[in-house]
Structure formats: structure tokens, C-alpha cells
Nanobody, 124 residues
């Protein structure tokens, strides 16, 4: 079974940085999958933050461009999200997602089959 487990969340002051990591298991090579990070703040819809597809093309939400960087380590089967210059509006539960391919929008939650449990990020 595919499993995605996030780590690295926590509390940070505005302007600070955090790095989230998603450890993937149950499939052989992570580079054969599209991987993405989503977030959901209280009372808001789930929002795609960053994605990397299986051609290594990167997509970012406008709200995080220039501040967040998604990357993957194929040897370790992990995908990470480096978050810099954090703002209070970045506060949310961040969740990792995976799918063998995305058809239209790599930041749409409808494109993804596998999901982690999420990790809380709080920026004050």
C-alpha cells in the first residue's frame, strides 16, 4: 500500500523558515509519480501550494512563488517543501499528495489519489 508521511511542521515567527518532508513508501520510484503539497486553513478550501511532475516540471501557487521550493530525493523516496519568509497567512495543515500522473492542473486536489495525514504549520 502507498503511504505518505509528513514531518517538519511546527510553529515559527513571521519571516522565519520551515522545511516539510514527505516520506513515501509502497511504490518503487518516487520520480515516477507527480508529487504535490497542499494546505488547508480553518474555514478555507484545500489549496495546492507546489507540485513536481514526473517530467520534473515545477508548479507553484502565486501566493508562494519566490518563497517556497519543492524538491524530491529519489534515492530516499522523499519530497520536501522548503518554506521561507513565512507569513501568518501561511498557517494551515500541510499535506503531501501523489499520483502516477496529472491530467490538467497539478495543483488541483482532484488530480491526486494518495494523501498523507498532514502536518500543522503555524506562523505568528
Amino acid at each position: 500500500d502507498v503511504q505518505l508521511v509528513e514531518s517538519g511542521g511546527g510553529s515559527v515567527q513571521a519571516g522565519g523558515s520551515l522545511k516539510l518532508t514527505c516520506a513515501a513508501s509502497g511504490f518503487r520510484y518516487i520520480d515516477g509519480y507527480c508529487m504535490a503539497w497542499f494546505r488547508q486553513a480553518p474555514g478555507k478550501e484545500r489549496e495546492g501550494v507546489a507540485a513536481v511532475d514526473n517530467d520534473d516540471e515545477f508548479t507553484y501557487a502565486d501566493s508562494v512563488k519566490g518563497r517556497f521550493t519543492i524538491s524530491r530525493d529519489n534515492a530516499k523516496n522523499t519530497v520536501s517543501l522548503q518554506m521561507n519568509s513565512l507569513k501568518p497567512e501561511d498557517t494551515a495543515i500541510y499535506t503531501c499528495a501523489a499520483d502516477p500522473y496529472t491530467d490538467y492542473d497539478p495543483l488541483s486536489p482532484l488530480e491526486y489519489t494518495y494523501w498523507g495525514q498532514g502536518t500543522q504549520v503555524t506562523v505568528s
